[in-house]
């Protein structure tokens, strides 16, 4: 078995915790835009691009806001 370093370890370990956050988001961006579809119809390509785009910390306050929104356009309000 090849020496790792503890440089590399950390490096390892960075990645695979990078790795698990764009996962975590990727499921946020997938489940509101589920939720979107289910209540408002087909969402618009702008609407899927921005979700899609969207940081963490976006995608948390629009899945809140959903319970309030009428429209796909006020989920972002």
Not at 10 to 16: E, V, Y
Not at 23 to 46: A, H, S, Y
């Amino acid at each position: 078995m090849p020496y790792i370093t503890s440089v590399e370890r950390i490096g390892m370990r960075k990645g695979r915790e990078e790795g698990m956050r764009e996962g975590m988001r990727e499921g946020k961006v997938e489940i509101l835009l589920r939720i979107m579809q289910r209540r408002f119809g087909p969402i618009p390509d702008d609407i899927r691009q921005r979700v899609t785009s969207a940081q963490t910390v976006e995608l948390d306050a629009w899945s809140e806001n959903i319970f309030d929104a009428d429209s796909p356009q006020a989920v972002f309000h």
